[in-house]
């Protein structure tokens, strides 16, 4: 990527791709038995709903540690860590260079298409849904920048295929294609969020992560992994967590330059369509684990949705003009 204060000729498509079942090769502990009634009034319960572990013995007194862990600041100590209820997330003030202009960004709300609804959540929320209701947020506050346009690739409704998408993107004249998406990994156990109902669930492999191919000339190759890389690190200054990609072997590659970026470059790795094919610089973001409950369960809150736009904006600056270095104010959530 050319490092300049310029803007890309071409623009982005935010779009949201495939499903995105993940196969552990970890074998995962037997899960606690899960009394139902504990969880079954609300999406935003917690894991003081699950089973603990046995309490000490009486008598058995269990002393807090004399001192602090070595070079661990009280107040990172204390706070709670991503995805647990209260987790801090910040809100950065987008910087627009002077030239930036009005950019074109095309979100794909993943999944949507005919015969293909994604994965289904830990409360049983089809991943169509969510992916939906996320780009719809995301565009709203995009556009309330004045400095984006967006297009959203369908309404609620619509069953649109993947070419499709892409055809439209490339008619409307879309700069950059951001794919949204919600993971689903590893080895899960089915459990009931209400009565009645059956889900899956596993709340081992918390977090986001960015997805790019290799699949192209170096050029579009550059400006790819600009893009993804330039999200993914908006993400994790936010306070986003990003997934260590346990179950992602075989599938992607882990990309050496940010965490939380994974790339498909061997033959063996997934080729995923709007991953590939686009000629315009294209991702896709799994912005959690769709079976993790408290993760699923954050993104159901507002501060989280106000966090990610506001990632995803700076992410979009960052990538558009790559020579941008200077360090965006933050406001605590």
């Given amino acids: 990527m050319t490092k300049s204060a310029g803007v890309w000729g071409l623009g982005f498509i935010l779009l949201a791709g495939p499903a995105c079942l993940r196969a ?26 699950l089973p603990t572990a046995p309490a000490e013995p009486k008598g058995v007194v269990v002393e807090p540690p004399t001192k602090p862990p070595s070079g ?28 930036f202009g009005k950019q074109r960004v095309y979100l794909d709300a993943g999944h949507g298409a005919e015969g293909n609804t994604g994965t289904r959540s830990v409360t049983c929320e089809d991943e169509e849904v969510f992916t939906l209701r996320v780009a719809e947020d995301l565009a709203r506050r995009l556009e309330a920048t004045g400095r984006f346009d967006v ?18 993107a ?40 960015v997805l790019w191919s290799e699949e192209a000339e170096p050029p579009l190759q550059a400006r790819r992994a600009t ?5 993914a690190r908006n993400l994790s200054q936010v306070g986003f967590l ?41 991702v896709i973001i799994e912005t959690h684990h769709a079976l993790d409950f408290e993760e699923a369960a954050r993104w159901r809150e507002e501060r989280t949705l106000e966090a990610f736009g506001s990632a995803v904006t700076q992410g979009l600056v960052d ?13 605590s959530r």
């Fill in 227 to 231: 893009l993804a890389r330039a999200l």
């Fill in 170 to 209: 490339e008619r409307w004249g879309a700069h950059v294609l951001v794919s949204l998406h919600s993971d689903s990994r590893g080895t899960a156990h089915p459990w009931s969020p209400t009565a009645g109902q059956e889900c899956n669930r596993q709340d081992e492999t918390p977090g986001f992560s």
């Fill in 242 to 282: 990003h997934y260590d990609g346990v179950d992602y072997t075989g599938l992607y590659a882990a990309d050496s330059a940010q965490a939380g970026v994974f790339v498909a470059r061997k033959p063996t790795h997934r080729r995923i369509f709007v991953l590939r094919k686009p000629t315009i610089p294209s």
């Fill in 151 to 168: 297009r959203i690739s369908r309404k609620s409704g619509q069953r649109v295929a993947y070419a499709d998408r892409l055809a439209e």
């Fill in 319 to 331: 990538a558009f003009t790559p020579s941008l270095v200077a360090a965006p104010q933050a406001n």
């Fill in 72 to 99: 661990e600041p009280e107040a990172l100590r204390s706070s709670p860590k991503w995805p647990a209820s209260g987790a801090p997330l910040t809100l950065v003030s987008a910087r627009f260079p002077q030239g």
């Fill in 24 to 49: 552990s090769t970890e074998a995962k502990p037997a899960p606690l038995p899960v009394d139902p009634a504990a969880v079954k009034e609300s999406v935003e319960g917690n894991r003081t709903s």
